[in-house]
């Protein structure tokens, strides 16, 4: 094992490690003399106190060790009486020493014993890079860990927010609701999260659009968010492109928790939290948790402006027997809201600085509320140990998502008449209801004979089916024939009279995709400071949808193949003896996007060959540590190529979607993390990319456009933190952060460019006993910025939120 010597977590100690947790209160191994009493009790980490499972508990000076199970518990029986030192060992956390534990004749001393989280980044421990656990100076990628504590501390209220000062990360968003997160740089495609992949417990929440919708996902139940950077479809498939995103719910509480959290505060916000947690019997635990909150956004108009979010999430964890353990989740969220329409772009200006008496934050859509979304979620994850070096893991989800847009005219544009002060609105209904199913077999092994004895091997094999049936459909609303929208004055907004709307209706997609997936990975160590790995995935996609609105109703099917390889390399440069951790990785990867969605097919589709559009990137990369962790940093430069977009050209008389587009992505990203005493910590971290269009020309009736060599549309070149954590004394945390994000253009033809931008935010939080007060500032200085737009023509743009302050008080009682 290379890297960490301190801590072992590559797969061959992670099986061992699980393989004891399996057995309820963990193994013991009795000892040969006369034993008369015990010591059980709980591992929690001493900064939230959420259980550690896997933690290694040793009897100083003999072979008694037990390992705690998934709520952290443990037992060993059959001590001699008197003083007992344990010795206490988990992946990501500091060694430690527990002196003095008496043991009683014929009693169990019990005990909690708390471990504080190492600060050598490089030995945390991630699973979404591996889909096991990995210590992240062993992953060939960039990867960071946001501990529930830290988004806590700065007041975070939402998931993008929470992983924004992740280096690269860029958050876009649409319609001031539909927040996606762009990573390295790739643009947004119109929804979230399409170059991105979401995961909630390594479930994706991919839905028939290739994309991921997060409103009303709460952070409430994290125990940590995982960032990976750079494309892993070799393990998961579809739109790991740009990097992964993995929220690790809260896992139950070795003993019995409550707690209540209210924040209140800007835009009208109020929010409260309740949860509940604790072991049940000596076969597992519970944690149930329920939110509501109600805000009124920073918008500003005639109409009123409400968003309504409701949540409830319980977890229970179990251990059947000695050799398996799992956890199943139930969510179920709920939001109505009102949507905003975006400030219009005129002639190439803001209309706010074209007319003054605009104000940008201007809300004209139909009164609301314009949105309503509901999901359901349940997620289940088992394990089975057969032996030391065969382990399966089974990952079930479902998730049954509606998505209702109801009157909405969030979408403003030309034509304009600046005369008469009036825009136009193109307001419309829509409806889209899905059932996606999700099955994961893996098995994970140590096949450590023939030709691979004495190499360490760890392989991961396995297979995936997810199945998605929907419908959708919606209408179009309007006053004007001749646009499909109807005139507003943007100054003094009154819409049509119900009675004055005429309908057109679109839709009516009765569709379902099927995914098949079949993966592989191989690790081995020919040297203990050398780490070779080889794997890949491949995807069959079946596609098909029936036109109900349509005579006959016809039906369109399709299908497409993708073969994902990946390669990789984690070379330690320097020897154990020395007082610094410096790992070098090289990677090859491969990843696709499927060409088509199901409810876009259309008659003559099927005729029409689409490939998946193929991205290749190549990256190089270091990682390391220094003074005991004090001091870590990261550097990577990555190319990365997307080819064959789809888009129309020329055939005879007629345009026809092809693979022929192309992106060109290069970047640069580092950082640099320093504790420069226990009371002051500081991080900077810098991405600075070069990402533009490829040979692109798009051929249709109206005239071809050439995109060659343009920038990327919403993809700045500069993205830049830093940031402090300041402990005045022990129960005071500041918390200091500023972004910067350089200028980009709003649309792809380059008609628009955005201003840079920088964000400020602070934070304190006080502890005290049960209590943790927190009040943060986000966007500080009131900066004025936008953070997307309409990446087709340019006709407007998002503003970004102004300074909101908030104040949370949480109570936590044991």
């Not at 929220?247 to 800007?266: C, K, N, S, Y």
């Amino acid at each position: 094992m290379i890297l960490m010597p301190n801590v072992r977590v590559k797969a061959a100690g992670v099986v061992l490690w699980l393989a004891f947790a399996c057995a309820g209160f963990g193994s013991v191994l009795q000892a040969r003399e006369l034993q008369t009493g015990g010591i059980a009790g709980s591992v929690v980490a001493a900064e939230d106190g959420r259980p550690v499972s896997g933690a290694l508990v040793t009897i100083e000076g003999s072979n008694l060790v037990a390992v705690t199970d998934v709520v952290g518990r443990f037992e060993i029986g059959n001590l001699p009486t008197g003083p007992t030192v344990l010795i206490v060992l988990a992946p990501g956390f500091v060694d430690l020493l527990v002196p003095s534990v008496p043991v009683t004749a014929d009693m169990t001393a019990s005990l909690t014993i708390e471990l504080e989280v190492t600060p050598n980044f490089l030995e945390r421990v991630q699973v979404t890079a591996s889909k096991a656990p990995l210590s992240i100076g062993e992953v060939a990628a960039q990867a960071d860990i946001v501990d529930r504590s830290t988004f806590e501390e700065r007041g975070d209220q939402s998931l993008t927010s929470a992983i924004s000062h992740v280096p690269g990360v860029v958050v876009s968003t649409m319609a001031g609701s539909f927040e996606s997160v762009m990573l390295r740089g790739l643009p947004r495609d119109g929804n979230e999260f399409t170059s991105t992949l979401l995961l909630v417990d390594g479930v994706p929440q991919t839905d028939s659009r290739n994309s991921s919708r997060v409103i009303n996902l709460p952070i409430t139940d994290a125990s940590s968010i995982e960032v990976i950077r750079g494309p892993n479809s070799a393990l998961y498939g579809r739109t790991a492109i740009g990097g992964s995103i993995n929220v690790r719910t809260a896992d139950p509480t070795p003993e019995h928790q409550t707690g209540f959290d209210l924040t209140g505060g800007g835009f009208g916000m109020l929010k409260g939290v309740a949860k509940v947690s604790g072991p049940l019997a000596d076969w597992g635990g519970y944690y149930v948790s329920a939110s509501s909150e109600r805000n009124s956004g920073f918008y500003k108009g005639p109409f009123d402006f409400t968003v309504d979010e409701t949540a409830l999430f319980a977890k229970v964890t179990f251990v059947p027997d000695a050799k398996s353990f799992g956890s199943v989740s139930v969510n179920r969220v709920i939001s109505d809201q009102s949507l905003p329409t975006n400030e219009p772009i005129v002639n190439g200006q803001f209309l706010s600085d074209l007319s003054p008496e605009f104000d940008r934050l201007s809300d004209l859509n139909v009164p609301g509320p314009n949105y309503h979304q509901s999901e359901g979620r349940v997620t289940a994850n088992y394990t089975r140990q057969f032996s030391d070096a065969v382990r399966m893991v089974n990952v079930f989800g479902h998730r049954q998502i509606q998505y209702k847009f109801i009157d909405s005219g969030d979408i403003t544009g030309a034509p304009f008449d600046l005369a008469s002060n009036t825009l136009t609105m193109y307001p419309f209904d829509m409806q889209t209801d899905e059932d996606i199913f999700y099955e994961e077999l893996r098995f994970e092994l140590e096949p450590n004979l023939g030709f691979l004895r004495g190499l360490e091997p760890s392989v991961i094999a396995g297979g995936s089916y997810e199945h998605t049936t929907g419908f959708g459909a919606g209408n179009l609303m309007y006053t004007d024939a001749n646009t499909f929208g109807w005139p507003l004055n943007y100054l003094n907004p009154v819409h049509p009279a119900k009675s004055d709307w005429e309908f057109f209706r679109f839709g009516g997609n009765d569709y379902s995709v099927g995914i098949t997936g079949l993966f592989g990975q191989l690790s081995i160590e020919p040297t203990n400071r050398l780490i070779l790995t080889a794997g890949g995935r491949y995807d069959r996609l079946a596609l098909d949808n029936r036109l109900t609105f349509r005579d006959g109703q016809p039906v369109v099917k399709d299908t497409f193949d993708a073969f994902s390889p990946k390669v990789s390399a984690v070379f330690q440069l320097l020897p154990d003896d020395v007082d610094a951790v410096v790992n070098a990785y090289a990677q090859y990867s491969q990843a696709f996007l499927p060409p088509r969605r199901p409810s876009g097919l259309r008659p003559g589709d099927d005729e029409i060959k689409l490939n998946p559009e193929d991205i290749d990137n190549y990256e190089v990369g270091l990682k390391g540590s220094w003074l005991g962790g004090d001091v870590s940093f990261e550097l990577a430069y990555f190319r990365m190529t997307r080819d064959g977009i789809v888009h129309s050209v020329r055939q005879g008389p007629f345009f026809v979607p092809t693979n022929a587009g192309e992106h060109k992505y290069r970047g640069i990203e580092t950082g640099i993390n320093w504790s420069a005493t226990p009371q002051v910590s500081v991080y900077a971290n810098g991405a600075f990319y070069h990402n533009r269009f490829g040979t692109f020309l798009i051929e249709s009736s109206r005239g071809n456009t050439v995109l060659t060599g343009n920038r990327l549309p919403i993809a700045p070149d500069r993205i830049i933190n830093a940031g402090a954590v300041i402990m005045p004394a022990p129960d005071i945390n500041i918390r200091l952060d500023v972004k910067y994000v350089g200028d980009v253009m709003v649309d792809q033809g380059n008609t628009f460019e955005l201003s840079p931008y920088t964000l400020f935010d602070a934070a304190v939080s006080w502890h005290l006993g049960a209590t943790r007060v927190t009040l943060s500032a986000h966007n500080l200085l009131n900066e004025e910025y936008y953070w997307s737009g309409d990446t087709s023509l340019a006709e407007s743009a998002d503003p970004g939120a102004p300074r909101q302050i908030l104040l949370t008080t949480s109570f936590n009682f044991r």
